[in-house]
C-alpha cells in the first residue's frame, strides 16, 4: 500500500532579533553581518543596523542564529527575540 501525502508540511518557520550596539563589539557586530560565511546554506538571515540597534530576520530559520551569538560571544540576555 502506497503512503499519499494529503497535507503541506514544513519545518520552517520565521524569526528575528534585535541588539543595542552599545553591548557589542565591532567584531562580534561583523560577525552577524557575516553569519553567512558560518555555513554553506541559501536560507541566510536579512540583517540591518541603524545608529543604535542591528536586528535580522529571516522567513527560514534553519541557521541557528541563536547558537550563532553565543558562539562569538552575545550575552543572551541582550538579545530580543520575535520584535
Given at each position: 500500500?502506497?503512503?499519499?501525502?494529503?497535507?503541506?508540511?514544513?519545518?520552517s518557520?520565521?524569526?528575528?532579533?534585535?541588539?543595542?550596539?552599545?553591548?557589542?563589539?565591532?567584531?562580534?557586530?561583523?560577525?552577524?553581518?557575516?553569519?553567512s560565511?558560518?555555513?554553506?546554506?541559501?536560507?541566510?538571515?536579512?540583517?540591518?543596523?541603524?545608529?543604535?540597534?542591528?536586528?535580522?530576520?529571516?522567513?527560514?530559520?534553519?541557521?541557528?542564529?541563536?547558537?550563532?551569538?553565543?558562539?562569538?560571544?552575545?550575552?543572551?540576555?541582550?538579545?530580543?527575540?520575535g520584535?
Amino acid at each position: 500500500m502506497a503512503k499519499i501525502k494529503t497535507d503541506y508540511t514544513t519545518n520552517s518557520s520565521s524569526s528575528s532579533f534585535i541588539i543595542v550596539k552599545r553591548h557589542l563589539t565591532s567584531e562580534q557586530i561583523m560577525k552577524i553581518h557575516k553569519h553567512s560565511e558560518e555555513i554553506d546554506r541559501w536560507d541566510e538571515w536579512n540583517i540591518s543596523e541603524d545608529e543604535f540597534t542591528i536586528s535580522g530576520s529571516t522567513g527560514m530559520d534553519n541557521f541557528d542564529m541563536d547558537e550563532f551569538l553565543i558562539k562569538i560571544g552575545v550575552p543572551e540576555n541582550i538579545v530580543k527575540w520575535g520584535y
